[in-house]
């Protein structure tokens, strides 16, 4: 057997670090792909095809049982369901980098929560403010959250020019948002609450909490369990892809085979002669299976499941998404004009406002700690970038606005995301700039406080 002496050993610690290096990679890439498919959309939605092209989005699908019929749009569906995951990732995210990632320290994990709470309260208010007495005010929600994939796609275009701290500050930013986001979809956007659909989908999330604890693991059993509680928020009037919030914050973060054990049982298959030992009924076939057991137990279903989901998120339900919603017929629309002010507003300028003010406070009430490499300038410009909001945005916005007004919103959502991608950019780079020219003194002086 090859020798890996060689080679570095391993710590506990790149058990985490290596999952998290992974999620920016493909958010990074899902980033480019997100932006080909809006922009796509965008094309098709004003092009000789538009027709076709948003009819399709609009086709009815499902399934009839008896008298019961269950369908809803193309479009519906990838709201509905396929977005539940999206979100069950993004918990699975949150929960990892609290259990195990960087922010198991709460001092620091609260510099993002307090970031992430001004980054929805400052927005919404100043859309509410704007919108008035009008329809739209119920719209305040669409510019509360941060696109993730866009945003780490930003930042990597300016690779190791900034520091890991920006990236983990706006990664946790914008999945505390996120899920702040999907809270407010399920109150103040479901429809009348269905009292005892509720209280399936909370018996059903106690059966799975009660599976977990007399240690059922198979991932297929969770999958029904977790089908049972979307279709019941889905009757009970809260918007179902809480459902995914709910099942990824319940989803265990620790191993069941720790490594003494694991290496224990791999010995033991190893330690076997060379011989015809794995036919048949034998105690060495019983070896073989209990050592693949280990092997897969040894990580934690939070990260098998990460892992195996999040590229099918990132390359297909999101790709999937932009191109349902981010269609935007402008030939024959009638623009509020009112309306796109106050999301451009809102998320151009009160995302970052709200950031940086409540983060700042919570370093003056000693309730939060910033990290060493992330200076205030660099916090600035990273906060520049949060008011990217496209895809929980027009989420939001699908749900709390009429159709009639569905174009004006999108054009605010694109015009805002623009923007901000564009100033976040160019302060961030300048920064950067900044910081390579001065020397390495001057540098941790000037630009990096």
């Known amino acids: 057997m090859k020798s890996n002496l060689d080679r570095l050993p391993k710590e506990p610690s790149d058990r985490f670090t290596h999952p998290f290096s992974q999620f920016l990679r493909i958010e990074s890439a899902a980033g480019a792909v997100l932006l080909l498919c809006a922009v796509a959309a965008l094309v098709f939605s004003n092009s000789q095809w538009s027709g076709p092209y948003m009819a399709f989005w609009d086709t009815a699908t499902g399934f009839r049982w008896g008298n019961a019929e269950f369908s809803r749009s193309i479009k519906q569906w990838i709201i509905d369901g396929a977005m539940t995951l999206f979100f069950f990732v993004i918990a699975l995210e949150l929960k990892r980098e609290i259990v195990l990632g960087e922010l198991r320290n709460i001092r620091l994990a609260a510099f993002s929560i307090a970031a992430a709470l001004g980054g929805m309260a400052v927005p919404a208010v100043l859309f509410a403010l704007l919108e008035g007495n009008s329809a739209a005010r119920h719209a305040w929600g669409v510019v509360m959250a941060t696109d993730t994939a ?27 948002d996120d899920i702040g986001a999907i809270l407010v979809i ?24 009660m599976m977990r604890r007399v240690g059922i693991r198979h991932i297929a059993v969770y999958a029904v369990a977790g089908m049972a509680v979307w279709l019941a928020l889905d009757v009970s009037g809260i918007h179902p892809t809480l459902a995914g919030m709910l099942l990824g914050v319940m989803t265990p973060a620790r191993s069941w085979v720790n490594d003494g054990r694991l290496r224990a049982i791999l010995g033991k298959v190893v330690s076997y002669p060379h011989g015809e030992h794995w036919s048949g009924d034998t105690e060495e076939r019983r070896d073989l299976r209990r050592a693949g057991t ?40 009638e623009m509020d004009w009112r309306l796109v002010a106050a999301i451009v507003v809102g998320l151009f300028v009160g995302k970052p406002i709200g950031v940086v003010s409540f983060s700042y406070l919570a370093i003056r009430a000693h309730f939060a700690i910033r990290p060493e490499t992330l200076s205030w300038p660099l916090i600035v410009g990273g906060a520049l970038l949060t008011g990217i909001g496209f895809t929980m945005s027009l989420l939001i916005a699908e749900l709390a606005l009429a159709e009639d007004s569905m174009v004006s919103a999108k054009l605010g959502i694109l015009c805002a995301s623009a923007l901000s991608s564009i100033c976040g950019l160019a302060v961030l780079t300048w920064l950067s700039a900044k910081r390579q020219r001065l020397p390495d003194s001057e540098t941790s002086r000037k630009v990096m406080r």
Do not use: D, K, Q, T
Request: aromatic share 10%; proline share 7%; hydrophobic share 65%.
């Open 186 to 209: 399920a109150i103040a956007y479901g429809s009348g609450i269905n009292w005892l659909a509720l209280g399936l989908a909370a018996f059903a999330l106690f059966g799975i909490a």
């Open 294 to 333: 280990a092997a897969r137990e040894a990580l934690s279903p939070l990260e098998r499941i990460e892992i195996s989901l999040h590229p099918w998120v990132a390359f297909a339900v999101l790709p999937l998404f932009a191109l349902a919603s981010a269609g935007l017929p402008l030939s024959h629309a």
């Open 150 to 176: 866009f945003v780490i796609g930003c930042l990597a275009l300016l690779g190791s020019r900034i520091p890991p701290s920006l990236r983990l500050f706006l990664l946790s930013l914008a999945i505390f």
